[in-house]
């Protein structure tokens, strides 16, 4: 099956500084890569998403990056706030693995006011 | 508002004890799937299902089982409870239509195995 590594495992960065967390892969087949934003007591939320057909993507503070050859993903959110302050998950979906998704390890990110 | 609801926050049960947990979504969605959320290792899949009484392992299904009589809900049994299932667990559900591959998932159940 699919194996997905993350890193860092924790995190901490100044409020209004970027944060990258960095993900690998190892199913080339894998097509649908999500990231989940989990805060405290809560379930995880899907925040941002690409597909491999796609290089880059973007939504206002967050943005993630595939790179396909080398089979990694990245994470980056910019001006961080308190807020940002929760676990993230990296995912990756293959057609091969029926409805499965396969889960990083998570990343705990700390932004410090 | 799209939900997934889980019976219980919290649940402490005793070694030995038949545990269910369960889980409704009002999204009318195919998929539903059960994992648990351990420190250092992520969300592990348990089991899911694609559809009413259909069911599929996952990487972790020793000591567990479902059941989905209803496509809404989506049941997790721990059969004989022991100290190693103490952990968070996390009920998701996601459509077989093109926007297939959202989960969503509801607020977990904490559940401690004395």
């Known amino acids: 099956g699919e194996n997905v590594e993350q890193h860092p495992s924790t995190l901490s960065v100044q409020e209004g500084d970027s944060a990258v967390i960095k993900c690998t892969y190892s199913d080339s087949a894998s097509n649908y890569f999500p990231w989940y934003k989990q805060e405290l007591g809560k379930g995880p939320q899907l925040i941002i998403d690409i597909r491999s057909n796609v290089g880059e993507k973007k939504d206002q503070r967050i943005a993630v990056t595939l790179n396909k050859t080398a089979k990694h993903f990245s994470l980056h959110i910019t001006e961080t706030q308190p807020e940002d302050s929760a676990v993230y998950f990296c995912?990756?979906?293959?057609?091969?693995?029926?409805?499965?998704?396969?889960f990083g390890t998570g990343t705990s990110l700390t932004v410090i006011p | 508002d799209v939900k997934v609801t889980q019976s219980s926050r919290y649940l402490v049960k005793r070694t030995g004890e038949k545990v269910f947990l369960e889980c409704v979504q009002d999204m009318d969605h195919e998929n539903m799937f059960w994992y648990r959320q351990d420190p250092g290792l992520g969300l592990r899949l348990i089991y899911f299902s694609y559809d009413v009484k259909m069911k599929e392992k996952g990487d972790i299904p020793e000591g567990y089982s479902v059941s989905r009589e209803k496509k809404e809900r989506f049941s997790l049994i721990l059969e004989s409870a022991s100290t190693n299932q103490t952990s968070m667990y996390l009920c998701?559900?996601?459509?077989?239509?093109?926007?297939?591959?959202?989960?969503?998932f509801g607020p977990g159940t904490r559940l401690t195995v004395l």
């Open positions: 995912a990756a979906y293959s057609s091969n693995t029926g409805n499965q998704f396969y």
């Open positions: 998701a559900s996601s459509s077989s239509g093109v926007s297939y591959n959202e989960q969503f």
